[in-house]
């Protein structure tokens, strides 16, 4: 017996764990079968040491060759498997050939997976059909088929339906295929009988009317339409066959002008479970074709099956058939069959040579050596030092990237038909949107209850964001002028809903709390996120299809985030809490829930940063918690700004490289970094980014006019303000733009570049000032001008000289600066100390005169006595008298107090209280309000950034409240002392 076998045994030598089951088969039984064969003398018709040229005659000779039906089950089972083995062997042998003699492998893997399904669904044909004739009573005459369902190469199981025609035979089918599972699962693939048990069929069998019956009165199920779709008759009936075609598949085709609520009920469906394949994260470590991209090819045909009514099943098929009919999707088609082609024959050969799994490690020094088993059958070989497997791996990480980059375009054409075949196409016209009966918020909901469960809506949110569609304002109106409890039975339907289809209500809500003109839209969206928050469940699956939203869509997310106030923030935190097995989407998760704590702390004049880089950076999102990264991303733009040839870009990518370095700079004030490297930091960026910006804007007019700015080194910017001072989180800059030169065109040119300036800074929800250039009515004022106007004018210049005396230059040259020092501010200020000096005594002394204190629980750190005004207004004074031009704090007290030592400590008392005040201000119009009002009710934010707690039973509100009033009563006794010195 073993000489008989003895090919048998080397040529499956390599073969992996599933092929031991058949080996065992062959070892068992073997010789019982070659004894059978010799007995009828059919051996020299029943090859066993090479693959049968009839396998439907040599099963019907060795059934024969059996002494009972039951000996006769178990030749038949033998010899099944000495085929399938010889089967699995040629195929790696043909391939091998193929490979070798080709040029193309694409080619030779077209090859192997045609023939691995073709030969795998004869042999299993032929095989289940002579058994079938064994265990099948003689009186049985009642007609039934048996459908694959499912891949058709896969041979670790076969995906079956029963069909029958019901009725009093109904037992007697389900007792054969009873027995007909046992044989299968001993002796060949499993039977999975995984449709019949999602039905609820009481056995095996089913009929196309229970089968009909059974999916329109439960709405749907996806999956076993699904199956049903790529259904083929492996034997049996063949009129069944075409009765489940016409009964069960035909209603979910696509019919122009027929009721196509079933199509667009399984095509919605279809596409939910497409975007939830795209959202699922390739798992690290190992590989898994099906999961990463075959489901996703299948799932697309599907879809263009059902509405072009396409009789094939099998994907390949239905690719090929879709490059026909569909030009335009033809380079997609061609696009997806390669990669099918390329996974196929991977997730085949791992099959054939590993085990039947479907996840493939690549990780472990074992599953390396295997991978390297897979490459070589592939075709690959080590080259110039990267190993076969490493070839490999990039085919195949291309080959997901093409489906997954395919999938987009192909959805939006199913997306386009939804929109023609929807039962929502009715409404959404522009007709029926703006008929006085139109209830779309109403019929939307009943719309959603009737297809719940479904994912998609895309279509239908294309109309929404469609501004001339009306369909959102009606929709807004609509659910406005219901009442309070009939909004909340509405709201509760979208909840549900969103459960569901969380990336279609967050779409909703924010077209709807986005959308400019309509009048009720904040209260609309503000209750349907809030309901939404509170009915969320802690479920397992309702955290992980939040968490995928966020993974994939974080600008929608974000978007989200800011229709929530603060208590729903807190609430939505809670809800995400939940375990999740799936390590990628639990850190997407965490990182998700490290931008809601973002959102829950910060103010809105930190979220208006958020939504602008939502919209163009969504990524950055992802980062928010991360400070290296978000510095990374930052660096990043400013490199790639310095780098870009177009100016419009440039200008974009310094924009982004400014909001980048703001929220990151915001959320560090947040976790109580050093005020001092807070204020370091946000100097760095604001001085970068206006240079950077201005040298930009420069450029684009000199080359727009054909002229240069000849004389740049006499051109220069300077801040003033707090900016100048290195005080962060300012709402405007204030600036100076200065040219030392008579030159017309050389002013003219450089008041183009700043016009273009001011637009940037605009766009970054900063206001440019330019107090100065207000008296000149233009923004570029030259040395001589000012000095002659400072010079004849008898109006009261405290706040320019002031503005003058306390400027920093961030673009320009050195020269500018010593012609202000020189021209400006030593003949008008230095010179003039005694006089200015007064005028600053009496505008402290006139200001606390008409500060009217504000209600009890707030104080303004900047207008009240002792606040930052008068801080500077001393500061100010001294440097007048003390002729010292240091916009600089920390170094300008230094000098102060090396010039008049007697004042040094009155110099660094003032500073600190200063510097208290900005780390105060900072943090609360970080966490609170963009304001220099705090008010008592809202300080719990910034004592946690300040570190500030309870203490002796003192509130940690109270503590700092207190301590701004000892700082302000500090302060004004610290000035009037250096006042009254002056």
């Not at 050596?369 to 690959?380: K, R």
């Not at 959320?667 to 206006?690: K, V």
């Amino acid at each position: 017996m073993k000489e008989a076998f003895q090919r048998l045994l080397d040529r499956t030598e390599n073969l992996g764990n599933h092929a031991r089951k058949h080996l065992r088969s062959v070892s068992l039984n073997g010789g019982l079968l070659i004894s059978r064969l010799e007995a009828s003398g059919f051996l020299s018709r029943v090859p066993v040491d090479r693959a049968t040229p009839s396998v439907s005659d040599a099963f019907t000779l060795v059934a024969q060759a059996g002494r009972d039906p039951r000996e006769s089950l178990k030749l038949l089972g033998t010899y099944y498997s000495t085929q399938y083995l010889h089967l699995c062997s040629r195929a790696l042998e043909r391939l091998a050939v193929d490979l070798a003699e080709g040029p193309d492998p694409k080619q030779a893997y077209r090859h192997f997976v045609r023939r691995a399904e073709e030969e795998f669904t004869s042999l299993s044909s032929a095989y289940i059909r002579r058994t079938l004739k064994v265990l099948s009573p003689p009186n049985l005459r009642a007609p039934y088929v048996i459908c694959a369902v499912g891949t058709r190469g896969h041979q670790d199981d076969i995906d079956v339906a029963i069909i029958d025609e019901g009725g009093p035979h109904r037992p007697e089918i389900d007792g054969v295929m009873a027995k007909l599972t046992v044989q299968m699962l001993r002796h060949a693939s499993a039977f999975d009988h995984y449709l019949a048990e999602r039905i609820g069929a009481e056995k095996y069998a089913i009929s196309p009317g229970e089968l009909s019956q059974k999916l329109h009165r439960g709405r749907l199920d996806f999956v076993v339409v699904t199956e049903l779709m790529r259904a083929e008759p492996l034997v049996g009936n063949r009129s069944l066959y075409t009765r489940l075609l016409t009964e069960v598949i035909q209603p979910f085709m696509y019919r122009e002008g027929e009721d196509n609520s079933r199509h667009e009920l399984y095509l919605r469906s279809l596409l939910g479970e497409i975007r939830s394949l795209l959202l699922r994260p390739c798992p690290p470590g190992s590989i898994n074709p099906k999961d990463d991209a075959l489901r996703l090819i299948m799932a697309l045909t599907l879809a263009f099956k059902t509405i072009h009514s396409l009789p094939q099943s099998r994907t390949r098929d239905l690719l090929k058939q879709l490059g026909s009919i569909r030009p335009d999707l033809r380079g997609l088609s061609s696009r997806l069959a390669r990669s099918l082609f390329f996974l196929e024959t991977l997730r085949h050969i791992a099959q054939l040579l590993i085990a039947q799994e479907e996840q493939i490690d690549v990780v472990s020094p074992g599953g390396r050596e295997q991978l390297l088993l897979l490459a070589q059958a592939m075709g690959y070989r080590d080259d110039v030092g990267v190993r076969a497997d490493d070839h490999l791996l990039v085919h195949y990480h291309e080959a997901v990237r093409d489906v997954r980059e395919t999938t987009e375009p192909l959805m939006d054409a199913v997306a386009k038909h939804l929109r023609k075949a929807s039962r929502f196409a009715l409404w959404t016209s522009q007709a029926a949107v703006n008929r006085p009966e139109s209830r779309p918020a109403l019929e939307f909901a009943a719309g959603a209850r009737a297809f719940r469960g479904i994912r998609f809506w895309d279509d239908l949110l294309e109309v929404f964001a469609d501004p001339d569609s009306g369909l959102l304002d009606a929709f807004i109106r609509d659910y406005s002028s219901r009442d309070r409890a009939q909004r909340k039975r509405l709201c509760m339907e979208y909840a549900e809903w969103g459960r569901h289809a969380p990336y279609a209500l967050l779409s909703l809500i924010v077209l709807i709390h986005t959308r400019p003109v309509a009048k009720d839209r904040p209260v609309t969206a503000r209750e349907m996120a809030e309901v939404f928050v509170e009915h969320l469940g802690k479920s397992p699956e309702d955290v992980r299809a939040m968490s995928r939203v966020f993974r994939f869509y974080p600008g929608l997310a974000n978007a989200f985030l800011l229709v929530l106030n603060r208590t729903q923030l807190s609430l939505f935190l809670e809800r995400l809490e939940s375990p999740i097995g799936d390590s990628q989407v639990a850190a997407a998760r965490d990182r998700f829930q490290d931008l809601i704590r973002v959102h829950r702390r910060t103010s809105r004049y930190i979220k208006r940063v958020l939504r602008r880089l939502t919209t163009r950076r969504p990524a950055t999102i992802q980062a928010i918690a991360n400070d290296s990264r978000l510095s990374t991303l930052a660096q990043g733009r400013l490199a790639a700004a310095e780098r870009h040839l177009d100016r419009e870009k440039q200008k974009n990518l310094l924009g982004d490289f400014y909001d980048m370095e703001f929220l990151r700079i915001s959320l560090n004030t947040l976790r109580g970094q050093d005020s001092e490297a807070i204020r370091d930091s946000f100097h760095q960026m604001t001085e970068t980014y206006l240079q950077s910006i201005f040298d930009i804007c420069l450029r684009q007019v000199e080359h727009e006019t054909g002229s240069r700015l000849l004389k740049r080194d006499r051109f220069g910017i300077f801040l003033t303000g707090g900016y100048a001072r290195r005080r962060p989180y300012d709402e405007d800059f204030d600036l100076i733009a200065l040219i030392d030169t008579t030159d017309r065109d050389d002013r003219l040119l450089a008041e183009k570049a700043v016009v273009k300036l001011n637009r940037q800074i605009a766009r970054r929800g900063v206001i440019a000032q330019y107090h100065l250039g207000e008296r000149f009515g233009h923004f570029v004022v030259s040395m001589d001008e000012l000095h002659t106007f400072l010079s004849n004018s008898t109006e009261d210049f405290l706040v320019d000289h002031s503005q003058l005396l306390g400027s920093r230059m961030v673009a320009g040259s050195r020269r500018v600066e010593t012609a202000l020092l020189e021209r400006i501010l030593g003949p008008h200020i230095f010179s003039k100390s005694e006089h200015f000096v007064t005028r600053i005594s009496r505008e402290i002394r006139e200001r606390r005169q008409r500060y009217h204190p504000l209600p009890e629980g707030y104080l303004h750190l900047k207008e009240s006595p002792g606040g930052l005004r008068e801080i500077d207004l001393a500061f100010a004074a001294a440097k007048a008298r003390l002729q010292v031009y240091e916009p600089e704090e920390e170094v300008l007290t230094d000098k102060l107090g090396r010039l008049d030592p007697s004042r040094a400590e009155l110099y660094k008392t003032l500073r600190s209280v200063g510097d208290f005040l900005v780390e105060v201000r900072s943090a609360y119009r970080v966490s609170v309000a963009a304001s220099d009002v705090v008010e008592y009710y809202y300080l719990s934010l910034p004592t946690k950034t300040l570190g500030i707690g309870e203490w002796n039973g003192v509130a940690p509100e109270q503590r700092l409240f207190d301590r701004i009033q000892e700082q302000l009563a500090t302060s004004i006794e610290t000035i009037d002392q250096l006042l009254e010195a002056e």
